[in-house]
């Protein structure tokens, strides 16, 4: 099964093209977090500089942006918001790839690959407490607790899913309170602050905050269909981690489920042997293919789901780009089918 590499190849202009109107907010708070490395001891300042240049699309920033758009306007705030959790996304970056052994990550060399992880723990640990410390800056002390909350809730899905690594038990409840934690929880956050900086009732920025968790929670159920479809040349990442360091993703928990209790001892004994799989041995188990169907067919409700959930917005070109962005995610979990 490989994925539809021409529709991914042109995934990122087709992701930037919902808000290429946001170009001057986002190569603005691009600066600001490319400065941000300045801010701290010169002796560390290169090494955040590094990992900063080698981070992602810059989603987080986009939702806040988009929420403050759909709800307002823009404002330094939403500026701040952008960088504070952009920065808490990139220090989550640098202890995954520790903690998945990853090598590449954009086309290159992780921070762990090129100063090994003891240094690399402490400069994830150097982002989160400098993204915290600036969220003190908001004048409503509720913002930065906010962030602490969500910042947590990172943290806390990471640890929940270390700990239940190569865990055969682990229920597809467990699996999504895990992702909403780790991965979702910053979406929520970009969005439900991005609305209370405008001042929006409670409803309303419950709904937005509902939004970002629901495409966050998709997002990652991409993230580990492209685990097991993807080609590492095309994603600039080291890909087939999940099942090597035993993280049960949906389509493998979808595959215990559907399989015969014999099956499911030859699963198990594949995934308990901690030794690199060859992801075509899991096709001959049960159906690979269907469980991987079912769980994009699962991420693709929550898209649907969270598309619902905006109309407490009025309409705006902020509000379409949001249903820009849903539709290219829809439709790049299509893309990981066969």
Not at 77 to 104: P, Q, R, S, Y
């Amino acid at each position: 099964m490989k994925l539809n590499v021409k529709q991914e190849k042109n995934g990122t202009e087709d992701m930037l093209s919902p808000f290429a109107f946001l170009k001057p907010e986002l190569d603005r708070v691009e600066r600001k977090i490319r400065a941000q490395a300045k801010e701290f001891d010169p002796a560390v300042e290169p090494y955040i500089a590094y990992i900063c240049n080698t981070s992602g699309k810059r989603i987080r920033p986009v939702l806040s942006f988009l929420a403050g758009g759909a709800t307002g306007a823009i404002s330094e705030d939403h500026d701040k918001l952008a960088v504070i959790l952009e920065l808490i996304h990139i220090a989550t970056l640098v202890h995954d790839d520790i903690i998945d052994g990853a090598e590449i990550r954009r086309q290159a060399p992780t921070a762990n690959a090129k100063w090994g992880n003891a240094l690399s723990v402490l400069l994830g640990d150097s982002l989160f407490s400098y993204a915290l410390m600036l969220s003190t800056e908001f004048e409503d002390r509720r913002t930065a607790r906010r962030i602490a909350e969500a910042a947590n809730a990172v943290c806390t899905g990471e640890i929940k899913q270390t700990q239940r690594r190569f865990d055969l038990n682990l229920s597809k409840a467990e699996y999504f309170d895990i992702i909403e934690k780790k991965t979702a929880a910053l979406f929520e956050v970009a969005m439900e602050i991005g609305g209370q900086l405008n001042e929006k009732s409670d409803s309303v920025c419950e709904a937005m905050g509902q939004f970002g968790l629901k495409i966050g929670t998709a997002y990652q159920i991409y993230d580990d269909c492209i685990d097991l479809v993807g080609e590492e040349e095309e994603f600039g990442k080291t890909l087939r981690t999940d099942l090597n360091k035993g993280k049960l993703t949906l389509p493998i928990l979808n595959l215990l489920e559907s399989s015969t209790e014999k099956q499911r001892e030859k699963l198990n004994r594949l995934l308990l042997q901690k030794e690199p799989i060859d992801v075509s041995a899991l096709a001959n188990i049960a159906d690979y293919v269907g469980s991987i169907e079912a769980a994009i067919d699962t991420g693709q409700e929550l898209v649907r789901e969270a598309r619902e959930s905006l109309v407490v917005l009025e309409d705006t070109e902020h509000k379409d780009a949001l249903i820009g962005i849903s539709d290219f995610l829809e439709g790049l979990l299509n893309s990981c089918r066969q």
